[in-house]
């Protein structure tokens, strides 16, 4: 099993940054795909981004290219996601998941954090 902690949302005006951290733990060593997915009110969960821990391959949803960021800290078992520039429309409680490999997919990730909200005022 792997657990996932994640943390840092908060509320933001429009224009301005947050980090959210992912704390994994447990068997990491099953798992090499880590990502960020966000679901907002009424809507499905969407992919924001995600990339592997065993190397450098990074896919972000066309909606956060050039505004966030996504890395690692293999030291500390740590994915993070920078957000810049926020928008009203990332309004979402975001979780971080992971799987055996890298995808875009929600239903291909094994394990989740609990969430963390993210609220953007205009």
């Known amino acids: 099993q792997v657990q996932l902690v994640d943390s840092g949302g908060g509320l933001v005006q429009a224009g301005g940054s947050l980090r959210l951290s992912c704390a994994a733990s447990?068997?990491?060593?099953?798992?090499?795909?880590m990502g960020w997915f966000r679901q907002a009110p009424g809507k499905e969960r969407e992919f924001v981004a995600a990339r592997s821990w065993s190397g450098y391959r990074l896919y972000y949803a066309d909606s956060v290219k050039g505004r966030f960021t996504i890395s690692r800290d293999n030291a500390k078992n740590t994915m993070y996601l920078q957000m810049n520039s926020l928008k009203p429309e990332d309004t979402a409680v975001y979780y971080c998941?992971?799987?055996?490999?890298?995808?875009?997919?929600?239903?291909?990730?094994?394990?989740w954090g609990q969430g963390t909200q993210v609220t953007v005022s205009s």
């Open positions: 998941a992971a799987a055996r490999a890298i995808g875009t997919v929600a239903g291909a990730y094994d394990y």
């Open positions: 447990g068997r990491t060593y099953s798992v090499d795909g």
